[in-house]
């Protein structure tokens, strides 16, 4: 069973926004800090934004200003509105939930592509 399921990806111009959404199981938004990460084309994965299990966010100062992060947990839902997209933000996009003391899960990504 998948923990952590991405949609949303796609193409767009630059300029443009995207909405990426995660579908989580159970309790795990609720439970624990979840996070958004990328892995862009000849680069190592690194951190989007993460939302605590009480709504506090934080940001890469990569997408500060442009990127929102938010959570439904009535909807099993965690989602990334990303405004203002650059080509440098053409990654495949995780999704990731934090457990202490145990192993993170991860969903298997969602391709982002900003072109002309």
């Known amino acids: 069973q998948r923990q952590l399921v991405e949609s949303g990806g796609g193409l767009v111009q630059p300029g443009g926004s995207l909405r990426l959404s995660c579908a989580a199981s159970?309790?795990?938004?609720?439970?624990?800090?979840m996070g958004w990460y990328r892995q862009g084309p000849g680069k190592q994965r690194e951190l989007v934004a993460t939302?605590?299990?009480?709504?506090?966010?934080n940001y890469a100062d990569a997408v500060k200003g442009r990127f929102t992060i938010s959570k439904d947990n009535a909807k099993r839902a965690m989602y990334l509105q990303m405004n203002s997209l650059k080509p440098e933000d053409t990654a495949v996009y995780y999704c990731n939930c934090r457990r202490p003391g145990m192993i993170d899960y991860w969903g298997r990504g969602t391709q982002v592509t900003v072109s002309s």
């Open positions: 159970g309790s795990l938004l609720q439970l624990y800090t």
């Open positions: 939302i605590t299990s009480d709504g506090s966010t």
